[in-house]
């Protein structure tokens, strides 16, 4: 299993010595890989606070990418606001330029306002998507590519430089339908928080859909991680109430037992939390699901980001290696 960490490139925390000098600490202190997410009209909500910062998902990469000399690089994911052409030439100058893995995940959004900004229509977003992926693998492999699709068009199209290497493909959602886009059109799946019977329900399917597409997709997950010495006071960061309802999938977990989210345990999977003993046996359990990617989310404890990604580090991926 790899292990990524999501960058505070967004919100109240959003320094740039975190994302730049921090990343040359994630890089000492065993990451495999850092992560950003993508807006162009960002609101933050419930879990996020209220500041409306938001640093763009290719030049946080690429100021971290200067800073830093093996650590790979990230989406999780894009949205598809983008001329395809586009995000597939960003995605191979990235690789080019850092000489080391980039790895593209793709998501279709969920804010119409974002599409319209972009001058996109919101309804077209599943097919925008499909599209986007399909230009980019082509792109990044092939010379004079010719594209007639139902969104876009072009003839003949070269772009070099080409990625150092193949640069897989993550598709990111939580629902039973994205696992059928990751299966169909990308390498991996990667949803954001999912409480566990919900994640082994979704696992269940992407397995089934492997056998019977031929397929490896694989999968990654990203829970929100609050890890502190002091189980305690890592218990004190965490609101069940408002994590319960952090995700716009949310009306889509499968239940607790009782029916509510009343406890932090009702949370596992979505939630890793506790001592670094602790989260290291929470993380094995993911391990034991098959999971390849485990990508730290630490937006409940962001004030200490440089603090808690160290104790990370030092404290809970050697035990997990």
Not at 125 to 151: K, L, P, S, Y
Not at 195 to 206: G, K
């Amino acid at each position: 299993m790899q292990f990524g960490m999501l960058l505070p490139h967004f919100g109240e925390y959003c320094r740039p010595e975190w994302l730049i000098e921090g990343s040359r600490k994630l890089e000492e202190w065993g990451y495999d890989s850092v992560w950003v997410r993508d807006h162009l009209l960002w609101h933050p909500h419930g879990i996020e606070g209220t500041n409306m910062t938001f640093v763009d998902a290719f030049i946080t990469l690429a100021a971290v990418a200067g800073a830093t000399r093996r650590i790979a690089l990230g989406t999780a994911v894009l949205i598809p606001i983008r001329w395809p052409l586009k995000v597939a030439q960003n995605f191979a100058s990235l690789s080019y330029l850092a000489q080391r893995r980039v790895e593209a995940g793709f998501g279709i959004g969920f804010n119409p306002a974002e599409f319209a900004g972009a001058g996109f229509r919101f309804e077209d977003r599943e097919r925008i998507f499909i599209e986007t992926v399909q230009i980019c693998q082509r792109i990044w492999a092939e010379n004079d590519v010719t594209w007639h699709g139902e969104q876009f068009h072009f003839a003949d199209v070269t772009i070099e430089p080409k990625p150092l290497g193949p640069i897989p493909t993550w598709y990111g959602g939580s629902t039973i339908a994205s696992v059928r886009r990751a299966v169909r059109y990308c390498d991996g799946w990667l949803p954001g928080r999912l409480p566990m019977a919900t994640l082994d329900h979704r696992l269940d399917a992407l397995r089934r859909l492997n056998a019977a597409e031929g397929r490896h997709c694989r999968a990654g997950v990203i829970p929100v991680v609050c890890v502190d010495r002091n189980r305690a006071r890592a218990l004190r960061r965490i609101d069940v109430a408002a994590l319960s309802t952090s995700s716009e999938g949310s009306s889509r977990w499968i239940k607790p037992p009782s029916g509510e989210w009343r406890t932090v345990e009702d949370l596992r999977g979505l939630l890793v939390f506790g001592t670094p003993e602790e989260c290291v046996e929470q993380i094995k359990e993911f391990e034991a699901r098959g999971v390849d990617l485990f990508m730290f989310d630490l937006r409940l404890q962001f004030d200490e980001y440089l603090e808690a990604a160290e104790l990370i580090g030092r404290e809970v991926l050697p035990h997990c290696r």
